[in-house]
């Protein structure tokens, strides 16, 4: 489980900065950055973990208890699918975090964020691999940007009903592959991934 070890080593105001969405075909990557201006409760700490190892409901109660906490700062910030195209995903997952960690007020004296490779952000950084696991901020990271890009598919979806992005959440299952046979690339498709782009040169070729 996570712990504050790291923000209380440091001292000061330390952020934790996560992304979700590298890997889907469709949408916006959202980044967050959490950081608490006092150590949170044990109550509200034990309902942190890593984002992908908490049920859809546990993220949602996670994500309302941080949502109505004090002492705690929330940014949160995206890059768009044509910011994908234009600068790849790497780049769109750095300039997310960068977004997220500019809607802090006051901003931190460190920022911890999960993973090895570093962003450039406009405040001292630490990299913590595997950091949704281990660091608290990190954490609370992880279920906020999680479940702000789960809800922001699910509104996508109800304007494109046949890709099932209310339930994948724009990766690629079964369900978001036959969308895409029977209805085709909308403008939230990243046409830069390779599953899109060969659909796109497919259907060129057989045109």
């Given at each position: ?8 080593a440091h ?19 959202v980044?967050?950055?959490v950081a608490?201006?006092?150590p ?7 309902l ?18 941080l949502?109505k ?20 995903i ?12 500019e809607?802090?007020?006051?901003q931190?004296?460190l ?9 450039r952000l406009p405040?001292p ?7 949704d ?7 609370a ?6 479940v ?16 099932g ?9 079964a369900a978001h ?18 599953p ?12």
């Amino acid at each position: 489980m996570p712990d504050y070890a790291l923000e209380a080593a440091h001292g000061g105001l330390v952020a934790g900065i996560d992304e979700v969405g590298r890997g889907p075909l469709a949408g916006p990557v959202v980044a967050a950055a959490v950081a608490f201006t006092k150590p949170p409760s044990e109550l509200l700490a034990a309902l942190l973990d890593d984002s992908k190892k908490l049920t859809a409901r546990r993220r949602k109660v996670a994500f309302a208890a941080l949502m109505k906490a004090p002492d705690i700062l929330i940014g949160i910030g995206a890059a768009s699918v044509s910011e994908i195209e234009q600068i790849n995903i790497s780049q769109a997952c750095y300039l997310a975090m960068r977004r997220a960690l500019e809607r802090l007020d006051p901003q931190p004296d460190l920022a911890l964020v999960d993973g090895k490779h570093a962003p450039r952000l406009p405040c001292p950084l630490k990299m913590v691999i595997g950091g949704d696991g281990v660091s608290l901020s990190i954490a609370a990271a992880s279920i906020v940007a999680k479940v702000t890009r789960d809800r922001l598919m699910e509104r996508l979806a109800v304007r494109h009903a046949a890709y099932g992005w209310e339930r994948n959440a724009g990766y690629g299952t079964a369900a978001h592959f036959q969308g895409l046979r029977t209805q085709g690339v909308t403008p939230h498709h990243r046409r830069a991934f390779a599953p899109i782009k060969n659909m796109i040169a497919a259907e060129a070729h057989a045109a």
